[in-house]
Antibody
Framework: EVQLVESGGGLVQPGGSLRLSCAVS????????MHWVRQAPGKGLVWVSR????????IYADSVKGRFTISRDNAKNTLYLQMNSLRAEDTAVYYC?????????????WGQGTTVTVSS | EIVLTQSPGTLSLSPGERATLSCRAS???????LAWYQQKPGQAPRLLIY???RRATDIPDRFSGSGSGTDFTLTISRLEPEDFAVYYC?????????FGQGTKLEI
């Protein structure tokens, strides 16, 4: 079964750090580009970051650039999101998602999400 | 940054009716790089359409996508009770890979 399982969310004070993980199973992780997407309470989806299959190329939303770092360990079948200098507006459910194809992209497999709350 | 504007914000229809959802881009988007998602409360999004008109795996054929350039449409031909949800478009043509703000389809 194809599965993505996020972990690492929690309550953190403004200015703090968290590292999210996304454990992958059921497919060849090293063949796929991966994304992080977030959703603030009661709000819409916001794309956060993308990494290519070997980790050599990354892109970010302007709102997180310089604060968040996406990475992957293909040997451990795990995707990461290191989040530093967290702000209240980073409070959201964070989803990891697989990109189905470089040529015809679309996030076809999603995790269940992990909740990050930034508050003092 | 490409801004995607979805309309209407809320669409009220009944089962059996046809739904037409719009996604307008602030700049031209290659059809290869436009996707649609469905999200129900408390659930992760689900990919419906990629490449503007290609149905994802296991998506019923009552869902169809069309459009090009700056105007894209998601059509649900005959609404089923399980189709009432929020729908998002997303572009991959340029970074950041922005989503629209969503259309809520309600009974």
């Amino acid at each position: 079964e194809v599965q993505l399982v996020e972990s690492g969310g929690g309550l953190v004070q403004p200015g703090g750090s968290l590292r999210l993980s996304c454990a992958v199973s059921g497919f060849t992780f090293s063949s796929y580009w991966m994304h992080w997407v977030r959703q603030a309470p009661g709000k819409g989806l916001v794309w956060v970051s993308r990494i290519n299959s070997d980790g050599s190329s990354t892109i970010y939303a302007d709102s997180v650039k310089g604060r968040f770092t996406i990475s992957r360990d293909n040997a451990k079948n795990t995707l990461y999101l290191q989040m530093n200098s967290l702000r209240a507006e980073d409070t959201a459910v964070y989803y990891c998602a697989r990109d189905r194809s470089i040529s015809w992209p679309g996030m076809d497999v999603w995790g269940q999400g992990t909740t990050v709350t930034v508050s003092s | 940054e490409i801004v995607l504007t979805q309309s209407p914000g809320t669409l009220s229809l009944s089962p059996g009716e046809r739904a037409t959802l719009s996604c307008r881009a602030s700049q031209s988007v290659s059809s290869s790089y436009l996707a649609w998602y469905q999200q129900k409360p408390g659930q992760a999004p689900r990919l419906l359409i990629y490449g503007a008109y290609r149905r994802a795996t296991d998506i019923p054929d009552r869902f169809s996508g069309s459009g090009s350039g700056t105007d894209f449409t998601l059509t649900i031909s005959r609404l089923e009770p399980e189709d009432f949800a929020v729908y998002y478009c997303q572009q991959y043509g340029s970074s950041p890979h922005t989503f629209g703000q969503g259309t809520k389809l309600e009974i």
